[in-house]
């Protein structure tokens, strides 16, 4: 199964720059040390949401769960990053209660 709707995915600007790509986020600078070692860089964050709906969204999801938020979807597999390094990540999306479409909660390697 996909995550439903996919097409409509949201991947905010500040989720990306802020979060994914801030070596000094408290909670996100492991992650962003990953993906600045695969090229990625906060100049470049438009590419990174790119990547993503290219190379994680085209894949099944491997876990399913609800939250009083609304459904959860976990995706797990490869990366491939600007300069030709590769991780495998998992992503997790939620389509929240009243809504239709999922959006990137967080992204991490696994």
Known sequence: ???PNVEHAVIAEDKRRDSLLNVEHGRGSSKARMLIAMGYRAE??????????????????????????????????????PQGWSAICRSVWQ????TDYPRLITMYPE
């Open 95 to 98: 389509i929240d209660i009243g």
């Open 44 to 81: 470049n964050w438009p590419q990174l949401a790119t990547d993503i709906r290219a190379q994680h969204l085209t894949l099944e999801v491997d876990v399913t769960k609800a939250s009083d938020y609304g459904a959860r979807y976990e995706i797990v597999g490869p990366m491939v990053g």
């Open 1 to 3: 199964m996909r995550i």
